[in-house]
Each structure stands twice: as C-alpha cells, then as structure tokens.
C-alpha cells in the first residue's frame, strides 16, 4: 500500500502568490516524522522543514509552514509568496514510528512552476 | 551546502560492469543512508550504515552492497549494471541524536549505464 500520496504531478503559481501542495500519509504508528524536501532542476535534495506527529503546532520555517491535520492523514506544505527559485519538485516524505535512524518514505512528488 | 559530499558527480559505464560511489557524511553523523532515484520507481531507500554497522536493508539487489569505514564515509558497489540501474544515487547522513532526526543529502551521483 502506498505510504505517502502527493496527487498533484504539476502545479503553477505566479510569483508572490501563495501555493499548497498536498501530501497524504498511511501508517499505523502513532510516532512518526513528516518531512518535505525540495529538488530543484540541479538535482540535489534540500530539506525544507519537519513535523512530529506528537507536534501541536504546524511547522513553520520561514516561507514554509506545513498544515499538519493528523485526523485526516495530511501534511501539506504551504509556500508563502512565491519566487521564481521555488521552480522545484517537492517531495513528501515520512519516518515511521519514533525511533530516530529509520529510513524515509517518499512520495512521487510535486512540480511546481512560479511564473513572473 | 548540506555537508554531505559525493563523488563521483556523473559516471558512466557499460552494462556488466562495476562501480563505486563514496559518500561522506555531515561532520558528527554516524548514520548513513543510500537512496535510488529513477524516473520508474521514484526514491527508493537501499540500505542504512551506523558506526560502521549495518542498520537496515531496503530495497537493495543482491548485485548491489555497501560499507561503512572507520572514518564514518561510506562507499556503495554496484555490479553486473544493467541498463536499469541508471539513476541518480543519493547518500543522506543525519546524527540521531535528536527528535527530528533530519536526514541530509548529498549531492547525488548520476549513473549511465550505457
């Protein structure tokens, strides 16, 4: 079964708007880590931010805030004014239960194109 | 920069033969991960080293295998390459010391089997 589901291949926004990108997760675990990672045409992976599911608040790390909602399994990344260096894919990705050291789950990801 | 290095950066080699990819870890990290991304399978974990032990085990042919050495870096072998083990290799390093336990990645190293 599928672990983490991020249902939108492509998504594009205009510069300075604010754009969602969703992801969904499936565990049985009731610890476990949620984490978005950006991977721009270049290649290399950049981690954006994390959130516990035990986290009461949703992350927040500059630009970036992820909309924690556990009942509903998601964990979707908001982007806040985007620019054109957010042209990226991103992916979705979870770390079951609440040992640290435990291999990531990724998702297919997520284009975004930010126009001007 | 995520601290975590790769080399090398591009290779590209006949089916049926051999390679190395050799990550170094962020300074502190202990644990070290290899990850596969093709356009087919997505990212896909292989396999996991800490302190130079074996952690866990992914997705990961028998015609691929890895170590971890005493100065923590660690070097992925592929061999007998097939055509469809063209893709980009990560490496990841986190310290497992913490809650987040973030995993960093390398720069990657994209493989052509030819």
């Known amino acids: 079964a599928q672990k983490i589901t991020q249902t939108q291949p492509g998504m594009f926004v205009q510069e300075k708007e604010a754009v969602t990108l969703d992801c969904t997760y499936d565990t049985s675990d009731q610890s476990y880590g949620l984490f978005w990672y950006k991977q721009p045409s270049s290649g290399e992976m950049i981690f954006l931010i994390y959130?516990?599911?035990?986290?009461?608040q949703n992350a927040t790390e500059g630009r970036y805030s992820l909309n924690f909602q556990k009942a509903r399994k998601s964990a979707n990344l908001v982007i806040s004014a985007s620019q054109l260096g957010d042209s990226a894919m991103y992916f979705c990705?979870?770390?079951?239960?609440?040992?640290?050291?435990?291999?990531?789950?990724f998702g297919k990801g997520t284009t975004l194109s930010v126009s001007s | 920069d995520s601290g975590v290095t790769q080399t090398p950066k591009h290779l590209i080699t006949a089916t049926g033969q051999r390679v190395t990819l050799r990550c170094s870890p962020r300074s502190g990290d202990l644990s070290v991960y290899w990850y596969q991304q093709s356009l087919d399978q997505g990212l896909q974990f292989l396999i996991q080293y800490y302190n130079g032990e074996e952690r866990a085990k992914g997705n990961i042919l028998e015609r691929f295998s890895a170590q971890q050495f005493p100065d923590l870096h660690s070097e992925l072998n592929l061999s007998s390459l097939e055509l469809g083990d063209s893709a980009l290799y990560f490496c990841?390093?986190?310290?497992?010391?913490?809650?987040?336990?973030?995993?960093?990645f390398g720069p990657g190293t994209r493989l052509t089997v030819l």
């Open positions: 959130q516990g599911s035990y986290d009461e």
């Open positions: 990705a979870m770390r079951e239960g609440h040992q640290a050291g435990t291999a990531l789950i």
């Open positions: 990841a390093s986190s310290v497992e010391r913490t809650s987040t336990d973030t995993q960093y």
